[in-house]
């Protein structure tokens, strides 16, 4: 999704529509975030003893998986961009190798919050135990549902690819999809340190 | 100067790196009130290579760059605020 040139490009890449619904994400995490962290000024207490009972661990697993996984839909935007008439054939299977890699980690994932989040209501914790776990889940169970909406996308590109859809003139599709991905990674990078790390 | 086609090898290793350094931190229970300015830092640093090198928005028009951007900004800001400004 990179290039060389200095020239800037008019618009973002994939559809714009794409962006509206990013910006509005975004704004949304925001509200979240913040009020994260301002409910914590009023019982600090609470937040950091409710807190030494999530896993690092794992968000610390999950947040490589993402990383790894956005890293493996920009080496697909790549191999797409990067073909010619001749090639397109041989991109659009590169691009499904990386697309299929980044579907295994966004499904790996997914499977460990899945025992994250039993671990958890197997404690008895649910969203009234305190404003912790409330805002620790309305934040990881509403990202959950991005992923997996994310998932469903990059499956449907993935498909697009086996079919050789994509073509030089024609990627706009994958560069949406792909712009979606990676907001669903970076809210996980804000969401690892605030709610896991930083107390 | 490595191509910028493959920066994002080096961004996603510094992404891991990065990561790995939150992690530790965490780990070893070293979070106290001068490492939250650190790994808000880190974090920002973070997200400002995804928006650029993953979401490609570092050679977009500048109008569209600033939005997350300025999001990001005023998001740590916010965070930092709420650790930092006393009740």
Aim: hydrophobic residues 55%; positive net charge; charged residues 10%.
């Amino acid at each position: 999704m990179t290039k060389s040139s200095n020239i800037k490009e008019p618009h973002p890449p994939g559809d714009f529509a794409i962006w509206i619904i990013i910006y509005v994400e975004l704004l949304t995490f925001a509200l979240l975030f913040t009020g994260y962290a301002f409910s914590r000024r009023a019982d600090v207490e609470v937040f950091n003893a409710s807190q030494l009972l999530l896993s690092q661990t794992s968000g610390f697993i999950n947040t490589l998986i993402l990383i790894t996984s956005s890293y493996f839909v920009v080496k697909a935007v790549q191999s797409i961009k990067d073909m010619t008439e001749q090639t397109a054939k041989s991109a659009n299977s590169s691009a499904a190798k990386w697309l299929l890699s980044a579907i295994f980690l966004g499904f790996l994932f997914l499977v460990i919050k899945v025992f994250e989040f039993s671990h958890i209501f197997g404690m008895g914790i649910h969203l009234s135990t305190n404003t912790f776990f409330m805002f620790y889940l309305l934040l990881t169970l509403f990202h959950f549902m991005h992923v997996m909406l994310g998932l469903i996308i990059l499956w449907n590109i993935y498909q697009k690819t086996k079919r050789v859809g994509y073509t030089v003139d024609d990627y706009s599709g994958m560069e949406t999809g792909a712009s979606y991905w990676h907001l669903v990674d970076l809210l996980w990078i804000i969401l690892f340190p605030l709610i896991y790390i930083i107390r | 100067m490595p191509n910028l086609k493959n920066i994002v090898e080096i961004v996603w290793l510094i992404l891991v790196l990065l990561t790995l350094f939150t992690f530790l931190l965490g780990l070893f229970n070293t979070i106290n009130t001068s490492i939250v300015a650190v790994l808000l830092i880190s974090t920002f640093i973070k997200a400002q290579l995804l928006i650029d090198y993953f979401m490609g928005l570092k050679n977009v028009r500048l109008r569209y760059r600033i939005i997350p951007s300025f999001w990001l900004f005023i998001v740590i800001s916010l965070i930092a605020t709420a650790y930092y400004y006393p009740i």
